[in-house]
């Protein structure tokens, strides 16, 4: 079956450090990735998108990879700040899809400790 | 202020009664999506539109929804005699291309007494 996974156990660090998050997926073919960020009683902001094949993709203090062997992205926050403390998505494009109707992660919370 | 405007931004009804919410998008797009998120999962799809046209509609859509997007603009969503399990955040989002990001509204939030 087709699935989507991200840690449901929350993540929780120190100001400073970096917080990687991880986003599996099984029996999809992916366009590209997308991540969001989602504050309580809003919706998702949209904050990086990667494509096939693309490896690496950067904006100010967040990266993102996206390994199509492992299926596999990882999404990196540095210099991580109380502000920073969300619900983080990942959602995914099937190569498939023309609408382009995204499928989400369950998404990982992110506490960062001051 | 041109990002995704939802109303209303809570609704609280009684089960058996008739819901609907309202999206306007940004309005450059001429793509629209609705989603549904419930506590601690992602959000999921419902239905899109292009332009004016629902080209796509999830299983999760039961005959007691109804999505319209008269003349490309805003859009409305509508449940006929609401159940508990209906009580849910509805999202909209709007994009101008499939390989663009999607830019989400604040949603509905739907509680069934």
């Known amino acids: 079956s087709q699935k989507i996974e991200q840690n449901s156990e929350a993540l929780n660090i120190q100001e400073g450090k970096t917080a990687t998050l991880t986003c599996n997926y099984t029996?999809?073919?992916?366009?590209?990735l997308q991540w969001y960020r989602q504050d309580p009683g809003r919706g998702p902001v949209f904050l990086l998108l990667?494509?096939?094949?693309?490896k690496e993709k950067r904006k100010e203090r967040l990266k993102v990879t996206f390994d199509t062997t492992l299926k596999q992205s990882l999404f990196h926050i540095t210099a991580s700040q109380p502000a920073d403390s969300a619900t983080y998505l990942c959602?995914?494009?099937?190569?498939?899809?023309?609408?382009?109707?995204?499928?989400f992660g369950q998404g990982t919370t992110l506490q960062v400790k001051p | 202020d041109t990002g995704v405007s939802q109303n209303p931004r809570h609704k609280i009804t009684k089960r058996g009664q008739n819901v609907t919410f309202r999206c306007d998008p940004i309005?450059?797009?001429?793509?629209l999506y609705w989603y549904r998120q419930t506590l601690g999962q992602g959000p999921e799809f419902l239905t899109y539109?292009?332009?004016?046209?629902?080209?796509?509609k999830s299983r999760l859509l039961s005959d007691r929804f109804s999505a319209e997007r008269p003349k490309g603009s805003f859009s409305t969503l509508e449940i006929q005699r609401t159940e508990q399990g209906d009580s849910a955040m509805y999202l909209c989002?709007?994009?101008?291309?499939?390989?663009?990001?999607?830019?989400f509204g604040d949603g509905t939030r739907l509680s069934i007494l």
């Open positions: 959602a995914l494009l099937h190569g498939s899809s023309n609408t382009g109707k995204l499928i």
């Open positions: 989002a709007s994009s101008l291309e499939v390989a663009q990001p999607q830019h």
């Open positions: 539109f292009q332009n004016e046209a629902q080209l796509e």
């Open positions: 990667i494509r096939e094949n693309e």
């Open positions: 309005s450059e797009h001429n793509r």
């Open positions: 029996n999809y073919s992916p366009a590209y």
